[in-house]
């Protein structure tokens, strides 16, 4: 645990009642670091995200969960059960001493029980409620439903994902409810600022479909603007019609490399010495101009001329990759400031000599297993309030005391009622 | 509330390019503030050169890549490398509350515009620098974009089928995650500063913001020895669950199935099949143990429909499904057009063209596309002379030195 004296005070004094489950715990996550006390409000029994994988040793326990974990470090927790009548009129007492509500509710869960936003600032005018909906809360889409898998379709990032001989394919790790939940930060700071100049606070609804839908970079407007559209292609490139490689096999992975003149001709020329210092460039590559070599100049290529250039490129780079290693590559390409990566693995990650020096990861102590576990560190170094990440995720109602007692001023026979009514 | 937008009277100068500084500029664009977006035909932005252009023209003024991301931005032209342009961002600094850049990191330093010199000109300031690795560390002055990043921060290899090279995602995917860290520490910033009058300096790397979405993964390595991988449609609590081909020409339905409530919807569209009632089926775990049976089944009656109709259907029947979305199908998508995901402004040069709207609606100070990215230069009379105060003969002298360039 990291003293307090180490603790952000970007956000400090604010106090957000986190309600969300796996969609949008990252918010919450974010708004821990900054140094906003948050309370997951967890159902008694614990947070059904916490049966997510992966678990501490492959152990399926509701207080076992890596992923919860992950975004819940630093969280308080408090278990109420919003389907009683007793644990609603704990939660309006938690609301009125709070600042933010983070809610992930299928919509019209908490308007049902008398809890949503407008019910709420009645009790707390300054509060802002943040609510993640699939598909945002007006229109066809207001009831439908959506889990990673369909908000990736619907947003149109699998249709251009994979490769033309297999269905449309989607990343690992449940990345939509990350996107969401990281949006939802943005939101409720862009609710926050005028909140505290105007004393009122405002709902904000963040819609996970177009979440995903600003992914797509500048893929939306081809059909418009240049009437075809981005097709799924695997490793392979070509906006303007080229076929052209991203990612290449090398000794022991592979090596994803931007091949791109204009204003990137730097690389291609830093790249090409270093294949040719090899002896294994082949000399047209060596020798041609590549300051205008790129989208531009495709588009009006005349024939295949620049199709065979690219597939002349790819066979040689291919074989210069193969006589090394990812390190061994990415080493060189640092020195000679040459745009590629490897295609990192978390081993290649964390043994990342970067990170290290930058102290990004936070060892956080987990004493109840025994163990010592490092997260991701602050996203971001702050000259004067440095952001922290302070301390494991909480245990199923943890702080229950603290909240119940200290903060809300409950005698203990009001909270052994509440725990034999089965509110908390 | 008595303000239109969250942030009116917040003044930001903008140096940053490419995805992930503008984006993050953006948001306080969209959202009220002032934003000045410095750029130079000396080293356009590198997206002003990239597809998709207008009637697919090339063109400094035609790129919608560039347009996306700098909506509601007053655009003007400073050629850095010049001491009388150093001068002028200056004054733009000393007029602002907030300064974003997005180079590597030297380069602020050589047009003597780093934090160290710009705290001097606006003690109060807070400034934004971000850029791939960080400010410091042994790669800080690595360059690279997001699609690089993608790969090095770990995406590459957990997209696409296990049998297979990486299907990584389309584009640079990590641009679309700092920037949500970035501005939410951005406002945060302000907010402190509202309160203490004390700016600082944020050093936020791509990398380690980015990591945030990995963190599971990390976790998982360091517990229990695995590293993640690609498991192509798989999920470890869903089944059926994938992408499913349709009728027509890469027409597909995505569907999930994760408990039994959901799994009888999805029997009852099918038309009750024989084998709904396999004991194979009969329950989630059971489903799972079954999923490559299940998948063939599935897709056996997809393929006899119409991919958009049959999510609706089984949407009906509270099976969470979609069509595989294009981008056509997006632009085209009820929900998103009630949502007003797509907006037509008028740009200066390219005329009405597609911008994304957002992702998250305010109820009282709601953002909007207040108007069209700039072309080059677009706002240099109007900044240098409403907002600092050059008079006409200054403003043409420097148009004429190419300082304003």
């Given at each position: 645990?990291?003293?307090?004296?180490?603790?952000s005070?970007?956000?400090?004094?604010?106090?957000?009642?986190?309600?969300?489950?796996?969609?949008?715990?990252?918010?919450?996550?974010?708004?821990?670091?900054?140094?906003?006390?948050?309370?997951?409000?967890?159902?008694?029994?614990?947070?059904?995200?916490?049966?997510?994988?992966?678990?501490?040793?492959?152990?399926?326990?509701?207080?076992?969960?890596?992923?919860?974990?992950?975004?819940?470090?630093?969280?308080?927790?408090?278990?109420?059960?919003?389907?009683?009548?007793?644990?609603?009129?704990v939660?309006?007492?938690?609301?009125?001493?709070?600042?933010?509500?983070?809610?992930?509710?299928?919509?019209?869960?908490?308007?049902?029980?008398?809890?949503?936003y407008?019910a709420?600032?009645?009790?707390?005018?300054?509060?802002?409620?943040?609510?993640l909906?699939?598909?945002?809360?007006?229109?066809?889409?207001?009831?439908?439903?959506?889990?990673d898998?369909?908000?990736?379709?619907?947003?149109?990032?699998?249709a251009?994902?994979?490769e033309?001989?297999?269905?449309?394919?989607?990343?690992?790790?449940?990345?939509?409810?990350?996107?969401?939940?990281?949006?939802?930060?943005?939101?409720?700071?862009a609710?926050?600022?005028?909140?505290?100049?105007?004393?009122?606070g405002?709902?904000?609804?963040?819609?996970?479909?177009?979440?995903?839908?600003?992914?797509?970079?500048?893929?939306?407007?081809?059909?418009?603007?240049?009437?075809?559209?981005?097709?799924?292609?695997?490793?392979?490139?070509?906006?303007?019609?080229?076929?052209?490689?991203?990612?290449?096999?090398?000794?022991?992975g592979?090596?994803?490399?931007?091949?791109?003149?204009?204003?990137?001709?730097?690389?291609?020329?830093?790249?090409?010495?270093?294949?040719?210092?090899?002896?294994?460039?082949?000399?047209?590559?060596?020798?041609?101009?590549?300051?205008?070599?790129?989208?531009?100049?495709?588009?009006?290529?005349?024939g295949?001329e620049?199709?065979?250039?690219?597939?002349?490129?790819?066979?040689?780079?291919?074989?210069?990759?193969?006589?090394?290693?990812?390190?061994?590559?990415?080493?060189?390409?640092?020195?000679?400031?040459?745009l590629?990566?490897?295609?990192?693995?978390?081993?290649?990650i964390?043994?990342?000599?970067?990170l290290?020096?930058?102290?990004?990861?936070?060892?956080?102590?987990h004493?109840?297993?025994?163990?010592t576990?490092?997260?991701?560190?602050?996203?971001?170094?702050?000259?004067?309030?440095?952001?922290?990440?302070?301390?494991?995720?909480?245990?199923?109602?943890?702080?229950?005391?603290?909240?119940?007692?200290?903060?809300?001023?409950?005698?203990?026979?009001?909270?052994?009622?509440?725990?034999?009514?089965?509110?908390i | 509330?008595?303000?239109?937008?969250?942030?009116?009277?917040?003044?930001?100068?903008?140096?940053?390019w490419?995805?992930?500084?503008?984006?993050?500029?953006?948001?306080?664009?969209?959202?009220g503030?002032?934003?000045?977006?410095?750029?130079?035909?000396?080293?356009?932005?590198?997206?002003?050169?990239?597809?998709?252009?207008?009637?697919?023209?090339?063109?400094?003024?035609?790129?919608?890549?560039?347009?996306?991301?700098?909506?509601?931005?007053?655009?003007?032209?400073?050629?850095?490398s010049?001491?009388?342009?150093?001068?002028?961002?200056?004054?733009?600094i000393?007029?602002?509350?907030v300064?974003?850049?997005?180079?590597?990191?030297?380069?602020m330093?050589?047009?003597?515009?780093d934090?160290?010199?710009?705290?001097?000109?606006?003690?109060?300031?807070?400034m934004?620098?971000?850029?791939?690795?960080?400010?410091?560390?042994?790669?800080?002055?690595?360059?690279?974009?997001g699609?690089?990043?993608?790969?090095?921060?770990?995406?590459?290899?957990?997209?696409?089928?296990?049998?297979?090279?990486?299907?990584?995602?389309?584009?640079?995917?990590?641009?679309?995650?700092?920037?949500?860290?970035?501005?939410?520490?951005?406002?945060a910033?302000?907010?402190?500063?509202?309160?203490?009058?004390t700016?600082?300096?944020?050093d936020?790397a791509?990398?380690?913001a980015?990591?945030?979405?990995?963190?599971?993964?990390?976790?998982?390595?360091?517990?229990?020895g695995?590293?993640l991988?690609?498991?192509?449609?798989?999920?470890?609590?869903?089944?059926?669950?994938?992408?499913?081909?349709?009728?027509?020409?890469?027409?597909?339905?995505?569907?999930s199935?994760?408990?039994?409530?959901?799994?009888?919807?999805?029997?009852?569209t099918?038309?009750?099949?024989?084998?709904?009632?396999?004991?194979?089926?009969?329950?989630?775990?059971?489903?799972?143990?079954?999923?490559?049976?299940?998948?063939?089944?599935?897709?056996?009656?997809?393929?006899?429909?119409?991919?958009?109709?049959?999510?609706?259907?089984?949407?009906?029947?509270?099976?969470?499904?979609?069509?595989?979305?294009?981008?056509l199908?997006?632009?085209?998508?009820?929900?998103?057009?009630?949502?007003?995901?797509?907006?037509?402004?008028?740009?200066?040069?390219?005329?009405?063209?597609?911008?994304?709207?957002?992702?998250?609606?305010?109820?009282?100070?709601?953002?909007?596309l207040?108007?069209?990215?700039?072309?080059?230069?677009?706002?240099?009379?109007?900044?240098?002379?409403?907002?600092?105060?050059?008079?006409?003969?200054?403003?043409?002298?420097?148009?004429?030195?190419?300082?304003?360039?």
């Amino acid at each position: 645990m990291t003293t307090p004296a180490q603790r952000s005070t970007l956000m400090a004094g604010y106090r957000m009642l986190d309600l969300s489950d796996e969609k949008g715990m990252l918010c919450g996550k974010i708004f821990a670091d900054m140094g906003v006390e948050v309370i997951k409000v967890e159902r008694p029994g614990g947070d059904p995200a916490r049966n997510l994988p992966p678990f501490h040793q492959d152990d399926p326990d509701p207080e076992k969960s890596l992923f919860w974990f992950a975004y819940n470090a630093g969280k308080k927790s408090v278990t109420l059960d919003l389907a009683t009548a007793d644990g609603r009129a704990v939660f309006q007492d938690l609301v009125k001493v709070s600042d933010f509500v983070l809610e992930s509710f299928p919509i019209g869960y908490l308007e049902n029980l008398g809890l949503g936003y407008e019910a709420l600032s009645r009790l707390n005018s300054r509060i802002i409620v943040t609510s993640l909906t699939p598909f945002g809360d007006t229109g066809p889409g207001r009831d439908q439903q959506a889990d990673d898998l369909v908000l990736w379709a619907s947003g149109g990032m699998m249709a251009i994902m994979g490769e033309r001989d297999r269905p449309p394919v989607r990343m690992n790790l449940l990345q939509s409810y990350f996107h969401a939940g990281a949006e939802a930060a943005v939101g409720t700071m862009a609710a926050h600022y005028p909140r505290e100049l105007t004393g009122e606070g405002q709902q904000v609804v963040v819609n996970m479909q177009a979440c995903i839908v600003w992914t797509l970079m500048n893929e939306q407007a081809y059909p418009i603007l240049h009437g075809n559209s981005v097709q799924r292609n695997g490793v392979f490139v070509g906006s303007t019609g080229m076929r052209q490689r991203t990612v290449f096999p090398c000794k022991d992975g592979q090596i994803t490399l931007l091949l791109a003149g204009g204003p990137l001709a730097f690389s291609l020329r830093a790249f090409f010495k270093w294949m040719d210092e090899k002896s294994m460039c082949p000399q047209w590559m060596a020798e041609k101009d590549w300051s205008m070599w790129g989208p531009a100049t495709f588009m009006n290529a005349k024939g295949d001329e620049v199709q065979k250039e690219i597939d002349a490129i790819e066979a040689a780079v291919t074989a210069f990759f193969l006589t090394m290693t990812k390190a061994e590559i990415y080493a060189e390409a640092l020195k000679r400031r040459i745009l590629l990566a490897p295609v990192s693995t978390v081993a290649d990650i964390m043994a990342s000599e970067q990170l290290a020096a930058r102290n990004f990861f936070v060892p956080l102590s987990h004493e109840d297993l025994g163990t010592t576990i490092s997260y991701p560190g602050p996203f971001a170094k702050l000259s004067e309030t440095p952001l922290a990440v302070t301390g494991r995720a909480p245990h199923i109602g943890e702080h229950n005391r603290e909240v119940y007692r200290a903060l809300l001023g409950y005698s203990q026979e009001k909270l052994l009622a509440l725990r034999i009514v089965g509110a908390i | 509330m008595d303000r239109r937008y969250a942030f009116e009277g917040i003044k930001v100068a903008d140096f940053a390019w490419v995805g992930v500084g503008p984006i993050t500029s953006k948001y306080l664009a969209d959202h009220g503030a002032t934003v000045i977006r410095i750029e130079s035909h000396t080293r356009p932005d590198v997206l002003r050169l990239a597809p998709p252009w207008r009637e697919g023209q090339p063109g400094l003024d035609r790129s919608q890549f560039f347009a996306s991301f700098n909506t509601s931005k007053y655009g003007v032209t400073l050629d850095l490398s010049k001491p009388a342009a150093q001068e002028l961002a200056k004054k733009i600094i000393a007029w602002a509350d907030v300064a974003v850049e997005s180079f590597t990191p030297k380069a602020m330093r050589n047009w003597n515009l780093d934090y160290e010199q710009l705290r001097v000109v606006n003690p109060q300031l807070i400034m934004l620098s971000t850029c791939q690795q960080g400010q410091t560390g042994p790669h800080a002055l690595y360059p690279g974009f997001g699609q690089l990043m993608a790969s090095l921060a770990g995406y590459y290899h957990i997209s696409g089928w296990p049998d297979r090279d990486p299907a990584p995602p389309y584009g640079a995917y990590t641009d679309f995650i700092a920037p949500r860290f970035a501005a939410t520490v951005l406002m945060a910033a302000l907010d402190y500063r509202r309160r203490t009058g004390t700016g600082q300096f944020i050093d936020l790397a791509q990398y380690e913001a980015s990591l945030h979405f990995l963190a599971p993964a990390i976790l998982d390595y360091q517990v229990n020895g695995r590293v993640l991988g690609r498991e192509g449609n798989r999920s470890f609590r869903s089944a059926p669950h994938g992408t499913y081909r349709c009728q027509g020409e890469d027409r597909w339905l995505a569907l999930s199935v994760s408990n039994d409530a959901q799994w009888q919807g999805l029997l009852a569209t099918f038309g009750n099949p024989s084998w709904g009632a396999d004991p194979r089926f009969a329950t989630q775990a059971s489903r799972l143990e079954h999923h490559t049976e299940l998948d063939r089944l599935v897709e056996a009656w997809t393929v006899t429909q119409e991919a958009e109709a049959a999510a609706e259907t089984l949407q009906r029947a509270g099976v969470p499904a979609s069509l595989v979305q294009n981008c056509l199908d997006l632009h085209q998508d009820p929900k998103l057009e009630a949502w007003g995901m797509f907006q037509y402004l008028e740009h200066k040069e390219m005329g009405p063209s597609p911008y994304e709207g957002h992702q998250f609606h305010l109820s009282k100070t709601p953002g909007e596309l207040r108007w069209a990215a700039p072309v080059m230069g677009q706002h240099n009379e109007y900044v240098f002379k409403e907002i600092l105060g050059l008079s006409q003969e200054e403003i043409t002298k420097l148009t004429e030195e190419k300082v304003l360039y």
